[in-house]
């Protein structure tokens, strides 16, 4: 065993606080986007629940609810790619519902094709719904959306964009963010984002091989400069981090994270310089004896090192953990591996900057103090 | 033989510490000069500054004036670094405390010189490790840490921590006055070992005239100056001067 290792080990009571500011650090930036992912990731359902490997949208598109009209005839750059199976057009925008009642309410409308190997259908719309929403004017809302929009039975009708609709089903458990999704065919949706017969938000494409679809999205970037296209987790990535940014979400996750790791580093900093202090007669021994100072700097280092990774381990565990609880409690945290990565990276490098910070005790080193 | 090979040298020192009136003289114009193989002890009362010749004398504190030749080196003419590098290659220290890394076996306290010094191997530090235990006659104790050690055990591996590098300058500071005097005993016969088995020069600072028939060469510092130094303490009594000013026992 490394003699930081041990010295960690033997005088581990002296070390826990370092190692818990360490692991708390880890878990507060891990939860924080994780929670922050989960909650876009709201925004990103359609894509994340379609069948679709390639999306292909106006140009400069920010976010998959907010995609401008294409033309209809686009599809037909998508199926020109051999390493298309299948494509379709797939609506999503923004309108107004009027209440029966009076308000109106923002909802997001999706329209899509219905048949059973539609791309773009959410998999929560049953055959039964699919079949219903196929007569023209039909809409199917979430149970938990009923209140917002107004909507107290099935068949209860409503306005949206000016537009008569009756709600012929009910969804349950798909949140919304910015405001109630309405699901429907590519007909209805048309008039009720106020599109022309020839227009279309997206064309959804379906890879014989799904591992081309990199391919697919870099080609058409290349011959086509008015459209964008994007892989599937692509266009969803990117779909939440545009409504971290607008939010201003990211800003608060920047402060928070930072006040994490501030803390982290002040007691790992302390505690590491604490130790050091503490052996400061030893040090100057082996100063005495020749020892350059780097090496005493090389052991602080270890230590930080160390105590990164063991709050580290001890953080992932108890990251997976809340977030199975909050999952229960309803709160999505996604914990993809690149942000568990991320987060431990950030980690380590503040547990190492707070080594950097407690090698100013190893200046106190003096061996001719040891002479009495 | 050693004795006629002068290898530490001290001419005319000189330290001060503090400033203006404060200003106090630690040591005061002292020559000395230690033979390889030979055990010399350095009393004097509290406050004497033979801590601080020891220190000028050991690369470890810088004369206001005079010279130190170390193994013909003159070693305040030479950078800091420089000095480092003499004091790896040939100082070996004890200190009054032990100065152990409490979470380190002895054989740990021992090997970490050799390892992070030399760039010894792990194999290589273990096996000069356990051969200078041995020697000292803590081999069994080698995977004790300094909390599961009696006071004698624990300056022993200080002493092992010392001679690992086999160092031809040994240098200590009241080695025993932790100690009971059986211990202590046994520490002054393990330096004066080191000394006349293995040639080195040992400089020991001790308050304690039980020291004193052990001892090759004695000198004695008083006001920071050396009033008495004596070559042939062999005898069964320590100098007189020695007696007048000598420390109660402990």
């Keep these: 065993m490394s003699y930081s290792l041990a010295t960690l080990w033997y005088e581990r009571q002296r070390y826990l606080p370092g190692v818990l500011a360490v692991g708390f650090s880890a878990l507060l930036i891990g939860l924080q986007c994780g929670l922050l992912l989960g909650l876009f990731s709201i925004t990103s359902m359609p894509i994340d629940n379609s069948k679709a490997d390639v999306w292909m949208g106006a140009p400069g598109v920010l976010s998959v609810d907010l995609g401008r009209p294409i033309r209809e005839s686009y599809i037909s750059r998508m199926a020109a790619q051999p390493e298309i199976e299948r ?11 009027s209440k029966k009642d009076g308000g109106t309410e923002l909802c997001l409308v999706v329209g899509s094709r219905l048949s059973d190997d539609s791309l773009g ?12 929403l196929t007569e023209p004017g039909t809409v199917i809302i979430d149970e938990s959306d009923k209140d917002r929009l107004g909507v107290k039975a099935l068949y209860d009708v409503a306005e949206v964009s000016g537009v008569r609709v009756r709600v012929v089903g009910f969804t349950t458990g798909l949140k919304s963010l910015a405001g109630p999704y309405v699901f429907c065919s590519v007909a209805t949706a048309r008039p009720l984002q106020r599109l022309h017969p020839e227009q279309a938000t997206y064309v959804l494409g379906k890879c014989k091989n799904p591992e081309d679809a990199a391919q697919v999205v870099e080609r058409l970037r290349a011959e086509y400069d008015n459209i964008s296209a994007f892989t599937k987790t692509e266009f969803s990535l990117h779909s939440r981090l545009h409504w971290v940014m607008k939010t201003k979400a990211g800003v608060a996750l920047g402060y928070a994270a930072a006040l994490g790791l501030l803390v982290g580093a002040v007691v790992t900093s302390q505690t590491l310089y604490a130790a050091t202090a503490a052996s ?15 090496r005493m700097a090389v052991l602080v280092m270890n230590q930080a090192f160390w105590i990164g990774a063991l709050g580290i381990t001890l953080a992932l565990p108890a990251t997976y ?10 709160v999505q945290i996604l914990l993809p591996w690149w942000l568990l990565c991320g987060a431990a990276c950030v980690t380590l490098i503040m547990a190492l900057g707070s080594g950097l910070m407690a090698l100013r005790s190893l200046r106190d080193v003096e061996p001719a103090t040891l002479l009495r | 033989m050693h004795d006629d090979v002068i290898t530490l040298k001290g001419e005319h020192l000189s330290r001060s510490f503090g400033e203006g009136d404060k200003r106090t003289t630690a040591v005061d114009n002292v020559s000395v000069d230690l033979t390889a193989g030979q055990m010399a002890l350095l009393m004097g009362p509290s406050g ?10 050991s690369g470890l504190l810088h004369p206001d004036s005079g010279r130190v030749l170390a193994l013909d080196q003159d070693i305040w003419a030479m950078s800091e670094s420089q000095r480092e590098q003499f004091r790896l290659q040939h100082c070996g220290f004890i200190f009054q405390g032990y100065n152990l890394f409490s979470a380190l076996t002895a054989r740990q306290q021992l090997e970490l010189v050799v390892r992070w ?38 300056q022993r591996v200080a002493i092992g921590r010392a001679l690992i590098k086999d160092p031809q300058l040994i240098f200590a500071d009241e080695p025993t006055s932790a100690l009971d005097w059986a211990h202590g005993e046994d520490v002054i016969k393990l330096l004066r070992n080191a000394a006349h088995d293995r040639g080195a020069t040992v400089l020991i600072v001790a308050h304690d005239a039980r020291i004193v028939p052990f001892a090759d060469r004695v000198f004695y510092l008083e006001d920071g100056r050396m ?6 303490p062999h005898g069964p009594n320590p100098p007189a001067r020695l007696h007048l000013h000598r420390s109660p026992a402990h």
């Design chain 1, 321 to 330: 953990g809340l977030a199975a609880v909050a999952d229960r409690l309803g």
């Design chain 2, 48 to 57: 004497s500054g033979k801590s601080t010749l020891l220190a000028i004398l």
């Design chain 1, 121 to 132: 259908v959410n998999p929560r719309l049953t055959a039964e719904d699919r079949l219903r």
């Design chain 2, 117 to 154: 010094g030399e760039g010894a191997s792990r194999r290589e530090a273990r096996r000069r490790a356990d051969e200078v235990l041995s020697l000292l006659d803590m081999g069994r104790r080698a995977d004790m840490r300094p909390g599961q050690l009696s006071g004698g055990e624990k």
């Design chain 1, 280 to 294: 400061l007669r030893e040090f100057a021994v082996l100063r005495a004896l020749g020892i350059p100072r780097w």
């Design chain 1, 87 to 97: 494509c379709e057009i797939f609506l999503q925008g923004f309108a107004y519902w």
């Design chain 2, 227 to 232: 009033v008495e130094d004596d070559d042939s």
